[in-house]
């Protein structure tokens, strides 16, 4: 069971370059979203989903585009990489409803996507 | 969604109990506490969640005040590989969309 799965784990971009980090989950998750994560600062909520085809902003959207085709993957996408988007970058799913006999839906975690803009 | 405050760092010696708190005083009522932690950069686990009443699993227990403004994340045994950050979340039902704030450094020392 692979569960959420991000690509690349490292990168470094130059200012301006364009790029996409990628999550996967095989957990059949409705919801999944990406944080950033800058040093000594807990996450802070880019974008999310609740569906294919429907996404929303976060507390910090801009610079970042998203979409979902699929229920399997969301891609995050930077379109001009700036060094402030310096950061670890997680994706996270779970369940949006409480269905199937599940108690609660607690979010999964990728390992990250570590991002250094120079 | 409600805040929530949490000391910055705590010490606690392998073997012992480890008792994290957490204030949520504005905690509405449909708003659920949630414990999550984060290893070492490593992505955040779910640890535990409740509502009112007191919650164990296999991880941790939670005690949650009447008044539910606070509540304790307790590790009945901590060990070394507890040491991580701990955060303590108010969020919504399904506890989706949380706001994670910079949580609690545990560092459990042998």
């Known amino acids: 069971n692979a569960g959420v799965t991000q690509t690349p784990k490292f990168q470094v971009l130059k200012t301006g370059q364009s790029m996409t980090l990628q999550c996967a989950q095989d957990?059949?998750?409705?919801?999944m979203s990406w944080y950033r994560q800058d040093p000594g600062m807990g996450l802070r909520l880019i974008h999310y989903?609740?569906?294919?085809?429907?996404?929303d902003q976060g507390e910090v959207p801009n610079g970042y585009n998203v979409s979902r085709s699929t229920t399997e993957d969301f891609p995050l996408r930077l379109l001009s990489a700036a060094p402030s988007q310096t950061s670890v970058y997680f994706c996270?799913?779970?369940?949006?409803?409480?269905?199937?006999?599940?108690?609660?839906?607690?979010?999964?975690f990728g390992n990250g996507t570590r991002l250094t803009v120079t | 969604d409600a805040k929530t405050t949490q000391p910055t760092s705590m010490d606690c010696a392998e073997g012992r109990a480890a008792n994290l708190p957490c204030n949520h005083s504005?905690?509405?009522?449909?708003?659920?506490v949630y414990w999550y932690r984060q290893i070492h950069s490593q992505g955040p686990q779910y640890i535990i969640h409740?509502?009112?009443n007191n919650e164990t699993n296999e991880m941790a227990s939670l005690i949650i005040t009447e008044d539910r403004k606070s509540s304790t994340l307790i590790l009945p045994h901590a060990t070394l590989r507890d040491t991580a950050v701990y955060y303590c979340?108010?969020?919504?039902?399904?506890?989706?969309?949380?706001?994670f704030g910079a949580g609690t450094i545990l560092r459990v020392k042998s």
């Open positions: 504005t905690i509405s009522g449909n708003e659920y």
């Open positions: 996270a799913s779970s369940y949006l409803a409480l269905t199937g006999g599940r108690n609660n839906s607690p979010l999964h």
């Open positions: 989903s609740v569906g294919a085809g429907i996404t």
């Open positions: 979340i108010v969020g919504r039902r399904y506890g989706n969309k949380l706001v």
């Open positions: 409740g509502l009112k």
């Open positions: 957990m059949n998750h409705e919801y």
